[in-house]
């Protein structure tokens, strides 16, 4: 049950409809819409939800007791013991079979992952699950996380407790940001739980568009040039020309974004049809002059939950610029490893470590002006971090190492005999929608907010009639194989 699937529209269909009998009374609506989203993580992951369930009921303790701890101790040990329990979960899951290579490799033994949630369900369900095999949770990245922050800003008196048990379960399991963000803080989500519902015409309007343009980001862009080119060069690079490889590069450059926006896009535009706003989680990245930037235009939500519960933590840019380099390069590995445990993703993460600290240094020699912004630095800077962020995707995307040093190599290597007009034209259609999405997200902000303030301003018919032919266009491009979000793998 995804975004992009018949199947979750009737959910959401079935869950407003019941919805509007229950939003005048906050208890009744909280208590609807965690079943609800407990239901929708059954629907995606199957059996994990008891995990789901399972994180909710020791976060929940774990909030009370930091929250009913009159020493400062008794609260640090509630802290730890909370952060320690989220933490392990997400090794467990994410980790077990890293850390169980690098324990055979270090002392030459042959363990093996064992499953235990699948034991267990064998066990008292009479299932019949592999327990030599680990499925990662759908979504237990940005959970587990969201849990984190909450005990954290508990702790720091930064957000208020919450005592009903089902209320915490609708703020850990909220279903249109569970399976891939954005990562909610507390303190902004929490106020919204008890608040009346209230819906303008216009933030309507705006709902609406935010579904409208995340389902042409997945369906039109992100999927139609992932399933006819970039997939297939990704998967075997080698079989295609180098200037293949790089269109591929691009490609996937702009698939990525389209596929996680989009997806965040419908996500906060479901939210706010049910009332609740929950943050940006991107601001055209690809817009962005420097590396330092981008990520605060990339996927917001996670990189400000590394900043303030990592980065400031370890001590920020507060112990000298040797001390601020160091903190920025184990954020930086550290959220290449929340990706995955895998080497390319370390790797990404390090590349995107040493180009902040770079970009750091740069700019304590060379102090920048905005109001004073001359076009054709900025331009060269935008060329640059683009560049730069589109040879760090090919570690992200790679299916491992060596498809990622032969996908350089092709890149690097002389032009072979077919002429690019050849190329150009056997992939028409892939590359002009390549090229449209480009444009799209490169348009000035000024545009961008008209057509958005257009939409909102039109007529009801007008929004039907514009909802029937992206129905049409969606149904003539979408593939027979539903693809997953990128994001709700991690």
């Known amino acids: 049950m995804i975004f992009t699937h018949a199947s979750f529209w009737v959910f959401f269909l079935a869950v407003m409809l019941v919805y509007s009998f229950l ?10 819409l965690f079943s609800a989203s407990i239901f929708f993580y059954y629907k995606c992951g199957g059996y994990y939800f008891s995990l789901l369930l399972c994180s909710i009921l020791v976060n929940y303790l774990i909030g009370r007791a930091i929250a009913s701890r009159k020493s400062g101790s008794g609260k640090k040990t509630a802290l ?6 989220n933490l392990l979960l997400l090794s467990y899951f994410k980790y077990a079979y890293l850390f169980t290579d690098w324990i055979n490799q270090l002392f030459g033994a042959s363990f093996e992952t064992y499953n235990l949630l699948a034991s267990w369900s064998n066990q008292i369900s009479g299932t019949h699950f592999p327990v030599s095999r680990i499925l990662i949770p759908m979504g237990v990245s940005f959970f587990t996380f969201q849990a984190i922050g909450y005990i954290v800003d508990v702790y720091r008196n930064r957000a ?20 891939a963000g954005p990562i909610i803080r507390a303190a902004e989500f929490i106020p919204q739980m008890s608040r009346q519902y209230r819906l303008r015409v216009e933030e309507m309007g705006h709902a609406l568009f935010l579904i409208s343009c995340g389902l042409v980001k997945k369906m039109i862009i992100s999927d139609y040039i992932s399933i006819n080119f970039v997939d297939r060069v990704f998967d075997q690079p080698v079989l295609y020309s180098g200037f293949e490889n790089l269109m591929a590069v691009y490609g996937y450059t702009l698939q990525i974004y389209c596929d996680f926006s989009g997806y965040t896009d419908i996500a906060i535009g479901l939210a706010l049809l049910m009332g609740f706003r929950l943050p940006a989680n991107f601001n055209s990245p690809y817009h962005a002059s420097n590396i330092t930037d981008f990520w605060r235009r990339w996927h917001i939500s996670l990189s400000s939950w590394l900043r303030d519960y990592l980065y400031i933590p370890l001590g920020g840019n507060r112990k000298g610029s040797v001390r601020t380099g160091l903190h920025l390069m184990i954020t930086m590995l550290l959220g290449g490893l929340w990706h995955g445990p895998s080497t390319r993703f370390i790797l990404w993460g390090g590349l995107h470590g040493l180009a902040l600290v770079a970009h750091k240094a740069w700019s304590g020699i060379f102090p920048s002006r905005p109001v004073n912004r001359k076009p054709l630095p900025h331009f060269a800077g935008c060329l640059l971090t683009f560049h730069f962020v589109a040879f760090s995707w090919i570690f992200f995307r790679a299916g491992n190492m060596q498809t990622a040093g032969e996908m350089i190599a092709c890149i690097c290597s002389p032009a072979s005999g077919v002429a690019i007009t050849d190329i150009l034209f056997n992939h028409r259609t892939v590359f002009g929608i390549i090229f449209a999405g480009f444009l799209l997200h490169w348009l000035p902000a000024q545009w961008k907010e008209y057509m958005r303030g257009w939409y909102i301003r039109t007529s009801l018919v007008v929004k039907l009639v514009l909802a029937v032919v992206l129905f049409f266009i969606i149904y003539q491009m979408k593939s027979s194989v539903i693809q997953p979000f990128v994001y709700s793998l991690f």
């Open 160 to 179: 208020p407790v919450i005592n009903n048990p089902l209320d915490f379960g609708f703020f850990l399991s909220f279903f249109p940001q569970l399976v």
């Open 80 to 85: 730890v013991a909370g952060v320690s329990f």
């Open 23 to 32: 939003y005048r009374k906050n208890t009744w609506r909280n208590a609807f």
